[in-house]
């Protein structure tokens, strides 16, 4: 998957510019692409499986005795191994245990709508029959089988959409392809005749040889002006206008949005998009790592990419022999029986049109409003503020058993039974009328029903100089993480300032999430709630380096009192002028003591 030294971006309005869905704005090439009836397959899908196998797969994450941490699909980068040494590991590549109509039949059974499987990544190995290159699965190894077409095949019979993964300019076994500086110096590369000779007669190969695709997943773009991707794009739509190409052709182009690795957006975004996670820390199998999401994670993930519009694209690396890993095996399963159960919650749905809140999030279709509940009220009454709407009937999806329910002004309460699945139960609100859309300033709830309320950076409102940033880290190599933050809180007119609905009074302690560098620490800070003012100082967690884990700190500052309930501003700004305050991250608002 992708690696790159990547630094904290600013994205001024952000969440503004997502929501109204104008960034990364597709540019049509030609007459001979996909329309937005081609493209709604892929909104509806909503839940994709991502297969990273090559040679490193038989690597598993080692190199001459040394184990390698993180994208084990890099592995010949990170080892930095000569091109020659690194093509003799295909000598010895014999995965036989592969059994396509058993991947298919997984994918099925996991609630899989689409499947995606590297061609050929950016080590230059090509996992299928390619005529154009003999650094293949079958020209190269004792398999001598492509694997590819039997997959695809065994997925189309299963009813689910194929397509193929292309790194088109990465390749590291071409003296002309991109990334390999370790054997071939890139002042001497004629990225082009890479192009021309292997990467754009292989796409073409894989778009006429393997029957009607429903995506390309390219990755990694670079040695093309936006000219150039642009003919190249039209040379390779003419071949299937209805394949749908990702945006990570490059140049601003594609027809869908892909975000960054383990990228989630903070808000919906009305485009159509994917968010691409892997299931354990890597893309690629390694061995030693076990680190992988249990089925509450998966199905929380999927749930959180939903409510925000999008589709989950979620990764596994079989190993050397062909084998999916049994924690994944196991885990997909588990979701596609929660998926048997709420997944009409889930595919078909569009981003849910009230904010997230205590309770869990939103998903919708015309004329029903899915809550997704994975945190239930200590009273058992679930809020759904500020709607305008008539409610018909609401009940559980699963059983169809109805809930009854009751009007305050505009909020509607809901009383839930005990969760029937704690990792995320969903509740229908069927209506009529038109549902207002999401809307960005509607207050968030803080109830003593919950153990406490979380406002997100991306929900505040910004003054002054203060802007957000999309902060990207690593635990590992290549195991990006993506935290938005509210920064150049410089001054105190640099403020950001949360709108929050008490449901209740009481007491509420106030604490700050936040990442500082010793260069911010010890500075004095501000929280301003129902005119008073709460002091606080800045405390050091860590520097900021990308490759690096960036550590955050849960600060409590304050303890604030609600006397009445109702909608309270929550202001936080700097004491005095200095450098940015902190990476704040989210307020979280504890209440005191409950019974």
Sequence with gaps: MQHKRLISFTVFSYVRLIFLGLLW??????????????????????????????????????????????SGEWIMNQARIPAKDYAEVARSF????????????????????YLVITAKHHEGFSMYDSKISDFTIVKSTPYGKDPLRALAEATRKKGLRFGFYYSQFLDWHEPDGGGNDWDFKEDKKDYLKYYREKSIPQLKELLTQYG?????????????????????????????????????????????????????PPLPVREAWESI?????????????MNFKTPSELIRLLTNVASKGGNLMLNVGPDGNGNIPPYSV???????????????????????????????????????????????????????????????????????????????????????????????????????GRMKDFDLSQPLIVSRQYKKGVAEAGFARLSGGAMLNSIVYSHYFGDWKHAICIDSLRNAEDAATFTLRFTEPGDFKVILDYACPESSSRQEGIVEFDNRSFYFRTLHTSEYNPDEPLLFIQHPVAIIHVTTPGVYPLKIHPAHAGVNLFHLRSVWLEPGDRN
């Design 25 to 70: 704005t597709s540019c049509p090439a030609a007459d001979a692409q996909p329309d937005q009836k081609d493209l709604q397959w892929f909104r509806d899908a909503k839940f994709g499986l991502f297969i990273h196998w090559g040679l490193y797969s038989k690597l598993a994450g080692s190199w001459d005795g040394k184990n390698y941490y993180g």
């Design 212 to 264: 009607p695709l429903g995506l390309i997943w390219f990755d990694m773009p670079g040695g093309l002006t936006k000219d150039q991707t642009r003919k190249m794009i039209d040379s390779l739509h003419i071949l299937q206008p209805h394949t749908l190409f990702s945006s990570r052709i490059g140049q601003g182009l594609g027809d869908y949005t892909d975000f960054g690795d383990s990228e989630v």
């Design 330 to 432: 196991s885990y997909l399963l588990e979701t596609g029986r929660w998926l048997k159960k709420f997944g009409a919650s889930i595919y078909g749905t569009t981003y849910g049109l009230i904010p997230a809140q205590p309770w869990g999030v939103t998903t919708s279709k015309p004329g029903k409003l899915f809550l997704h509940v994975m945190e239930r009220p200590d009273d058992g009454r679930l809020l759904i503020p500020d709607v305008d709407i008539t409610v018909n009937k609401v009940y559980q999806l699963d059983t169809k058993a109805p809930l009854s329910w009751q009007r305050s002004g505009h909020d509607i309460s809901i009383k839930i039974p005990a969760l029937e699945d704690n990792r995320n139960t969903v509740f229908v609100v069927e209506y009529s």
């Design 94 to 113: 014999n995965p036989v245990a592969f059994d396509a109509d058993q991947w298919a039949q997984l994918a099925k059974d996991a609630g899989i709508r």
């Design 277 to 289: 996670y892997t299931h354990n820390d890597s893309w690629g199998y390694v061995t030693h790592d």
